[in-house]
């Protein structure tokens, strides 16, 4: 299995930035993509950012120009830099690999625990 555990969520002021950070560990053979979405109250889980063992990163609208995100490929970790937050950016943040534990395998899609955003003065 494979185990990611976040960390850099917090309060923050609007205009105001923050970084997450994501690392993965575990019975893993190799990571494909790794990603950052979220989910506010009431509403459905949504992509972040997302960016491929080649660094290939794609981004929606919403946070396109304010959010970087990156990747340690040998140490299994993501990165979201987040910068001129806005209150509706307030969410919790879920790190997600795809990635497969074992050569030939299928890849399979993998949760942290989610990290609190709150974008508030």
């Known amino acids: 299995q494979v185990q990611l555990v976040e960390s850099g969520g917090g309060l923050v002021q609007p205009g105001g930035s923050l970084r997450l950070s994501c690392a993965a560990s575990g019975n893993i053979f190799t990571i494909y993509a790794m990603g950052w979405y979220r989910q506010a109250p009431g509403k459905e889980r949504e992509l972040v950012a997302r960016?491929?063992?080649?660094?290939?990163?794609n981004y929606p609208d919403s946070v396109k120009g304010r959010f970087t995100i990156s990747r340690d490929n040998a140490k299994n970790t993501v990165f979201l830099q987040m910068n001129s937050l806005k209150p509706e950016d307030t969410a919790v943040y879920y790190c997600n690999a795809y990635a497969s534990i074992r050569l030939g395998g299928s890849a399979n899609d993998y949760w942290g625990q989610g990290t609190q955003v709150t974008v508030s003065s």
């Open positions: 960016i491929t063992r080649g660094g290939i990163s």
